[in-house]
């Protein structure tokens, strides 16, 4: 009972928050805090295994309320709340009445109602209620990435996000309608064995995918994460991306899936994970390369799920249920490390006023805890032990390679996602070495980089924050265990496990030595070298004597070889003026990487779609004598029709 | 109390035989060009001076520059202590170490490139986006080869898994994974670490602001993530199940001083590739590891 008090707690916080939050920040941080803790705790009672359900005798839209709280659901409200509760406090500093005295109000409405929102997606278990949810939730959002309004490029993104969300929502919608007519109720839960509802899987993974961000309908993604005010990226990144995770794990759990589900889940993650990344490597928008990082990740959490879907269809083997544990983990991961990667991106953007990594550069000395928690967070994202992604992405890993140990006939599958998965953590780390490198390390490039700040504390907090996190679930990951086996308890009841694998508890104790090692091994270093004596001098650069910062290595450089094998993909636009003439005025070399699939795919389909419109618009004229001969045609053919009853 | 000296001295063993492998490859150089070449122990030598020595840091660098190599070491040492050896096995082996053991060498490789980026040289930038994208093939590779190993013996921890076969797999195998050894230890046909032209170098030209004790430990690290890789091929594809104690010890020397001579032996009569084919050639040992993988599946179906 004390789960259900919790969460109306939680809501009446939120619509306080609503309320009260336009006119006072410290009203609305204190009723966001409180709020965000109240579901804390009652998602940490839940996921300790004390699963909830109300059926309230309240009618929203003719539907009694039905409201469920269970494990997988409260994996999800505990990453609402603690990546919440941290973005609260961040755009406390970030987005104040004193920068932005138009927006920051409506910040605050909104915020609270995407809280309330994505809350209420959680636990709502009725479709109808479902639905209103995920559409207050997309209107929430659409606010939130469009604060910034009065710039078109923030109008673009916002524009594109709204147009995909709802593409996502019709499936939906076809989704739920299909479903309640089936069944004969807008009431959810767990249905298995009804296996004539298995069809209805791929509006599942249509609906969902486009908020998930999978390849190719992940177009949406990468503008509204880049565009949006960091704390709105940090919570868009971190957790809506995952509401869409969060309704095909419910969906594929509770409804039973056609054979071939896993296959193309399977499928659609591991290409996710390599072309997300690719295009990741390739941008010089810092918070860009985060949002197509997400794509990544998210392509790596479908792997894991799909290998399980394809281990649930071939007689429950164990290996599936790793990589489940995979995919579940990899959710609270990557929303820790990603968040604070945007809330770093924000500090950057915060402090020097460009997201473009090649007007940036030696931010280290200017603000160290930003480049330390960076870089943290980066060696997290890049799957390195000790941190926590290494500990998601190698439970995955167990899951394939186990697969294809067993030489089943899922190894066909698992075995190239294997390869493909290991491509995409090579070239994830490619990718963060730039980011870091390029954006923290070196000599600055531009005078607004020299004259960069370090964050407030404000902002400082909520990362640290999320860097402890990271650092706790990488190095006791078996802590955390009880409650992913719960989850996937929920998700296939046959797959309870409450005790955490061998390996993984010798995981954890190897990531502590490793995290100690390092720690010793620089610090002895460090002594032997202050010993030895340190001399501070330029850069020795092979003895030339007049370095200059834009000779630096760039984003554009780094990523020029993996660049090239992509091509084919990323089709960069270069436009070259050489130095013509025997006094050369100027020349100049411009490279942009265009979003190849929405520019070269969606755009070009979407404008045929609307050619198309044109020409029949032709046919409405406005001329009443024409209109009349329609209407002739339209009866003759009818009358054709009866007179022959259909045959020709 | 067993565990702890077992683990010692391993560590010992590792950290003490490492610097020996770059001595003999340029023994054998020297050999096969008729000079006599610096001594076999000359490694140890620069260990030690280095260590000594001060150090020069750049304006630029942040303490990140001195804290990568010494993260890039453990990182390698960790890797090299997962290893089983020979007769002795692992110290403690567990599903998945396989893996641990890739990712080790990525961290190494994280923070070997972060270091190189701290001065702000475009020769660094160079090195380390080299480094970094070579690495995606090469890491493919690896895993391909993990994948064929364990689709031979069903299993997916190196204990057990380091257990081959007589056969085509094996010679597929080997091919690969010296390829695969060659380009992460920047040997030629990758690079040459002999040359002073910092413009066609990947290694090499990212330490080139490190210098004593962090230079050191890089030296350290190399020579020893190149024992490990020597170690590794050698248990991939020599088949030692079904020798005694002494003789499997033996088998994994000489199979690693044949490794090292090898190598010496492709760098003696083979030039450093163009950069536009070193793709080519780690797509070369992709296939390699591929087949093997093929291989395998075939053999073991009944």
Redesign the interface.
Same mark, same amino acid.
């Given at each position: 009972m004390t789960t259900g008090w919790m969460l109306a707690l939680a809501a009446a916080c939120g619509v306080a928050a609503i309320a009260a939050g336009p006119r006072s920040p410290r009203a609305w941080l204190g009723l966001n805090l409180g709020g965000t803790a109240a579901v804390l705790a009652a998602a940490v009672a839940v996921l300790g295994g004390a699963s909830w359900e109300w059926r309230g005798g309240i009618a929203i839209g003719g539907e009694p309320l039905h409201l469920r709280l269970d494990a997988l659901s409260a994996m999800f409200l505990a990453l609402v709340a603690v990546v919440a509760g941290a973005a609260t406090v961040y755009a406390a500093e970030y987005w104040p009445d004193r920068l932005y005295p138009d927006s920051a109000p409506r910040n605050r409405a909104w915020w609270s109602t995407l809280l309330l929102s994505l809350g209420w997606v959680l636990v709502s278990s009725n479709g109808l209620h479902f639905l209103i949810g995920w559409e207050l939730f997309t209107v929430s959002a659409y606010f939130l990435i469009t604060l910034d309004r009065a710039r078109p490029e923030v109008r673009r993104a916002g524009w594109l996000f709204l147009v995909a969300s709802h593409a996502g929502t019709a499936c939906l919608f076809a989704f739920f309608a299909t479903l309640a007519a089936r069944t004969g109720s807008w009431d959810l839960g767990p249905m298995r064995d009804r296996a004539e509802l298995a069809p209805l899987f791929w509006l599942v993974l249509a609906g969902f995918g486009v908020k998930a961000g999978i390849f190719p309908l992940h177009v949406w993604l990468p503008s509204a994460h880049a565009n949006a005010p960091s704390h709105v990226s940090a919570m868009m990144s971190g957790v809506a991306v995952k509401m869409g995770i969060y309704g095909l794990l419910r969906f594929s759990g509770w409804l039973p899936v056609p054979a071939a589900a896993g296959w193309v889940v399977l499928g659609v993650g591991a290409i996710s994970a390599l072309l997300g990344i690719a295009f990741a490597l390739a941008q010089d928008d810092l918070k860009r390369l985060l949002a197509y990082c997400t794509v990544e990740n998210v392509g790596i959490i479908l792997t894991g799920l799909g290998a399980a879907l394809l281990a649930a269809a071939q007689g429950d083997a164990p290996w599936g249920r790793l990589a489940l544990a995979g995919a579940l983990f990899h959710i609270w991961n990557h929303a820790a490390f990603k968040s604070l990667l945007f809330f770093s991106a924000g500090s950057v953007l915060h402090a020097t006023g460009t997201r473009e990594m090649s007007r940036l550069?030696?931010l280290?000395?200017v603000m $160290?805890w930003t480049?330390a928690l960076f870089?943290l967070a980066a060696?997290a994202v890049?799957?390195? $032990?000790p941190l926590n992604g290494?500990v998601s992405?190698?439970l995955v890993?167990?899951g394939l390679? %186990?697969a &294809?140990?067993? +030489?089943g006939p899922a190894?066909w599958a698992t075995?190239p996602a294997? *390869?493909m998965l290991? %491509?995409a953590?090579?070239?994830a780390?490619?990718t963060?070495?730039?980011a870091? %490198?390029?954006v923290?390390?070196?000599?600055p490039r531009s005078t607004a980089a020299v004259h960069a700040h370090e964050c407030g504390p404000g902002m400082r907090g909520p990362m640290v924050l999320l860097a402890v996190i990271c650092l706790g679930l990488g190095l006791v990951p078996a802590l955390f265990w009880p409650a992913l086996g719960r989850a996937a308890g929920v998700w296939h009841p046959a797959w309870v496990q409450a005790a955490a $694998?061998?390996?993984l508890a010798?995981?954890g104790v &190897?990531q502590l030595?490793?995290a100690v090692?390092?720690a010793a091994?620089?610090a002895?270093?460090?002594f032997?070298?202050r010993g030895?004596? &340190? +001399?501070?001098? =330029?850069?020795?650069?092979?003895g030339y004597v007049a =370095?200059a910062?834009r000779?630096?290595?760039t984003s554009g %450089?780094?990523?020029? *070889? &993996?660049g090239g094998?992509f091509g084919w993909l990323l089709q960069p636009e270069r436009r070259l003026r050489r130095p013509r003439g025997p006094w050369p005025q100027e020349a100049s070399r411009v490279e942009r990487i265009p979003e190849t699939v929405l520019e070269r795919v969606f755009v070009p389909a979407g404008s045929r779609v609307l050619q198309t419109a044109a020409v029949m618009r032709r046919l409405q004229h406005g001329r009443l004598q024409f209109y009349v001969l329609y209407v002739v045609i339209g009866l003759a053919a009818l009358a054709a029709l009866a007179v022959t009853g259909g045959r020709p | 109390m067993i565990l702890l000296l077992d683990v010692i001295g391993r560590l010992a063993l590792w950290l003490v035989l490492a610097p020996l492998l770059p001595g003999i490859i340029n023994k054998a150089k020297a050999w096969v060009a008729g000079r006599r070449g610096p001594p076999v122990l000359q490694l140890y030598y620069d260990l030690a001076r280095l260590?000594?020595?001060?150090?020069?840091?750049? !304006?630029?660098a @942040?303490?990140?520059f /001195?804290?990568g190599? #010494?993260?890039a070491? /453990?990182?390698v040492?960790?890797a090299a202590m997962l290893l089983p050896l020979g007769p002795a096995g692992t110290v403690?082996g567990?599903?998945?170490?396989v893996?641990?053991l890739?990712?080790?060498l990525?961290?190494a490789?994280?923070a070997t !490139?972060?270091a190189a980026?701290?001065?702000? @040289?475009?020769?660094?930038?160079?090195g380390? #986006?080299?480094e970094? @994208?070579? #690495?995606?093939l090469?890491? #493919?590779t690896?895993?391909?080869a /993990?994948?064929s190993l @364990?689709?031979q !013996?069903?299993?997916?921890s190196l204990g057990t898994m380091l257990e081959p076969t007589v056969g085509p797999g094996a010679v597929l195998l080997a091919g690969g994974l010296f390829i695969v050894l060659l380009a992460e230890n920047c040997r030629v046909p990758f690079d040459d670490p002999n040359t002073h032209l910092?413009l066609t170098m990947i290694h090499e030209v990212m330490v080139?602001?490190h210098s004593?004790?962090?230079l050191a /430990?890089i030296l350290h690290g190399a020579a020893l993530k190149l024992l490990l890789f020597a170690v590794l091929l050698t248990q991939a594809a020599l088949p030692m199940g079904d020798l005694g104690p002494v003789a499997a010890a033996g088998a994994l020397a000489a199979g690693v001083l044949g490794v090292t001579i090898g190598v010496g032996m492709v760098e003696s009569l083979m030039a450093r590739f163009a950069f536009r084919r070193v793709?080519l050639l780690l797509t070369i040992a992709f296939l390699l590891c591929v087949f093997a993988?093929l291989v395998a599946?075939r053999e073991?179906?009944p």
């Open positions: 550069g030696g280290w000395r $160290p480049t870089g060696l890049a799957g390195l $032990p290494f992405e190698w890993y167990l390679f %186990s &294809v140990a067993e +030489r190894a075995l294997a *390869i290991a %491509s953590g090579a070239l780390l490619a963060f070495v730039k870091a %490198s390029v923290f390390l070196g000599a $694998p061998a390996p010798t995981l &190897v030595v490793l090692g390092a091994a620089t002895w270093l460090w032997q070298a030895n004596g &340190v +001399r501070r001098g =330029p850069t020795w650069d092979c =370095p910062a000779m630096q290595y %450089s780094f990523g020029g *070889i &993996v094998w | 260590w000594r020595k001060g150090v020069v840091l750049s !304006t630029l @942040s303490p990140g /001195v804290a190599p #010494a993260v070491w /453990v990182a040492t960790g403690f567990f599903r998945g170490d893996l641990l890739i990712y080790l990525a961290l490789r994280f !490139t972060w980026m701290e001065t702000g @040289s475009a020769f660094e930038g160079m380390a #986006a080299r970094v @994208s070579y #690495a995606v090469a890491e #493919a690896l895993i391909a /993990v994948l @364990s689709v !013996t069903g299993s997916i910092e080139l602001d004593g004790p962090p /430990v793709p993988l599946w073991g179906t």
